[in-house]
């Protein structure tokens, strides 16, 4: 089993930048590919970025350019760098391995609004 924990979100104003981090504990060899992932009100999660164990990336069309995923293996954590964040970048974000998926964290909070 793999408990993740995420952290870093807030109120940001548009244009604003903010770093998230995602902690892995557990068993955590098992996780190769990691993604981040996004849910807004009313609407189904979404994967917004992936990376693998050896660090190649991919990222949505919706965030491409204005994010960065990155990774630490020897920290078990995983980073989402947001910069020119918009009103629609609002959701609670999550990090979860792409296969299998774990149990999902509490997710951390997104605000963009002036």
């Known amino acids: 089993q793999v408990q993740l924990v995420e952290s870093g979100g807030g109120l940001v104003q548009p244009g604003g930048s903010l770093t998230l981090s995602c902690v892995a504990s557990?068993?955590?060899?098992?996780?190769?590919?990691m993604g981040w992932y996004r849910q807004a009100p009313g609407k189904q999660r979404e994967l917004v970025a992936t990376i693998t164990r050896g660090g190649t990336t991919n990222y949505a069309d919706s965030v491409k350019g204005r994010f960065t995923i990155s990774r630490d293996n020897a920290k078990n954590t995983v980073y989402l760098q947001m910069n020119s964040l918009k009103p629609e970048d609002t959701a609670v974000y999550y990090c979860?391995?792409?296969?299998?998926?774990?149990?999902w964290g509490q997710g951390t909070q997104v605000t963009v609004s002036s």
């Open positions: 557990g068993s955590t060899s098992r996780l190769n590919s």
């Open positions: 979860n391995a792409l296969a299998p998926q774990q149990p």
